[in-house]
């Protein structure tokens, strides 16, 4: 419990960070990656962490690398075209959309509840956009944070049949490697200009946000099933939306709080429920 809070402490930062750093989403993305992957191939060494894969396990770990890249690309759009608020709570459907996708791809038992809040958590989308207008860049945001959640939650449930088998550093070393090998070319396609003023915010998204709070959040995955770490990770929006209050000053609207309370509720009512 120590260590899931842990990580969502630094996970927690991608909001802010995501706002913060004013380069193309790609490039970033691509710093992001590749910092991390040196972070973590330095400690992996350090460790003596193995870095044999079983070939039959080459697939997952080359996919789950491609829906990491897909999720953080995604979600720091959504971030930029509107707020810590909204783009952290959109993306935050992904624990109900865990216990909707877990049943079909690991054939656990479908529960009727996860329906039911699975509709809760449409009610709450619903309320983070309130102006459905043609163009309005929070109902892209919301869109493209909807997204995020699901390629991060078929990550994850893919990730779980081989997290008892190796090292979470392990795993976040090989996806963070994919990432950055295949966004590499951004640095060729887009300006970089500016780059040297934001390498402090890069270095903390690199080493706190992706190389520590992943790494930490994949090893939850020994200890609890995919849903209940997904649920128990809950608290990540909060910490998020205060640390852009804080930093950024980003006071979330009325309707905002609302639709962020009924996402939340639901990720609460399965917490108790998991616990029980």
């Keep these: 419990m120590l260590e899931i809070n842990l990580a969502m402490i630094f996970i927690s930062t991608s909001g802010a960070l ?32 193995s870095f044999r894969i079983d070939k039959k396990d080459h ?32 993306m935050f459907t992904y624990p109900i959309i865990t216990a909707l996708l877990e049943p079909l791809i690991l054939k656990t038992p479908f529960q009727r509840i996860h329906f039911v809040l699975g509709l809760l958590v449409l009610c709450g989308i619903y309320l983070l956009v309130p102006d459905f207008e043609t163009g309005n860049s929070h109902i892209v945001a919301v869109g493209l944070g909807v997204f995020s959640a699901l390629v991060y939650s078929i990550r994850n449930i893919i990730l779980k049949s081989r997290a008892a088998h190796y090292n979470g550093s392990l795993m976040m070393t090989y996806q963070t490697g994919i990432v950055g090998f295949i966004l590499a070319p951004a640095f060729f396609i887009y300006k970089v200009d500016g780059i040297a003023d934001q390498w402090p915010a890069l270095l903390t998204l690199a080493l706190f946000t992706t190389a520590i709070g992943h790494t930490l959040f994949l090893n939850c995955f020994k200890h609890f099933n995919i849903t209940t770490v997904s649920i128990l990770s809950s608290v990540q929006p909060v910490y998020g939306i205060l640390i852009g209050v804080v930093f950024l000053s980003e006071i979330p609207s009325w309707t905002t709080v609302m639709g962020g309370i009924l996402i939340l509720s639901s990720v609460v009512i399965e917490s108790v429920r998991s616990y029980k």
């Design 18 to 49: 995501g706002r913060y750093v004013q380069l193309p989403v790609p490039v970033t993305i691509a710093s992001r990656a590749g910092l991390a992957f040196l972070f973590l191939l330095l400690y992996c060494k350090w460790k003596k962490i």
């Design 59 to 90: 697939p997952i770990i080359f996919l789950s690398g491609i829906f990491m890249g897909i999720h953080w690309l995604t979600y720091f759009y959504a971030l930029q075209l509107s707020n810590v608020a909204i783009g952290m709570l959109s």
